[in-house]
């Protein structure tokens, strides 16, 4: 009779440590790597606003981490294109899209991300999952020469429409 107390408070005592040590443990996954886990995020941010069709808070994001990676010879070219793809397809800013791939015909475009906070090292770090490969392969890891020639046909293109666009409208 004296045993049922006892085996309670034991259950009692073994509930509340296994309760308390679940709270403790948080499962890890992924590299450990904070910069590689910064880009990522920013990655699933892009992504995320692409696919809720909000390309004028895309537009702003594009054009503040274009800023932020400012000597980046990796980062800034690909915001670039990106931003010049939105402006061509989404806003219809053909003005800026023209500025933005006469630029980027004119820049140097560096084939590696040498400081990895840009293009992640890994596809998992740090709690966080790249979300969507193929926007990362089309504009995250795509190489110099695609954003030149995708500038170029861009460019032509919106040279046609904005020169059509302003002969016809005035």
């Not at 980062?75 to 397809?89: F, G």
């Not at 560096?110 to 400081?115: E, F, L, R």
């Not at 490969?133 to 032509?156: E, F, H, I, N, W």
Request: proline fraction near 3%.
């Amino acid at each position: 009779m004296k045993t049922a107390p006892i085996k309670r408070a034991l259950a009692v005592l073994s509930s509340f440590v296994l309760c308390s040590c679940g709270n403790l443990v948080v499962p890890k996954y992924g590299v450990q790597d904070d910069v590689a886990a910064s880009a990522i995020r920013r990655i699933n941010d892009i992504a995320e606003l692409r696919s809720a069709q909000k390309y004028q808070v895309l537009v702003t994001q594009l054009e503040a981490d274009y800023q932020k990676y400012g000597r980046s010879t990796y980062a800034q070219p690909r915001i670039l294109n990106e931003l010049a793809d939105v402006y061509s397809l989404q806003t219809l800013d053909l003005e800026n899209a023209i500025q933005a791939d006469e630029q980027l015909l004119r820049s140097d475009i560096a084939a590696t991300d040498a400081t990895g906070d840009f293009l992640p090292r890994y596809q998992t770090a740090s709690q966080y999952t790249v979300a969507d490969s193929p926007y990362v392969a089309k504009d995250v890891s795509v190489d110099a020469a695609t954003v030149k020639k995708s500038a170029a046909d861009r460019l032509q293109t919106n040279r046609q429409l904005f020169f059509f666009n302003v002969t016809y409208t005035s």
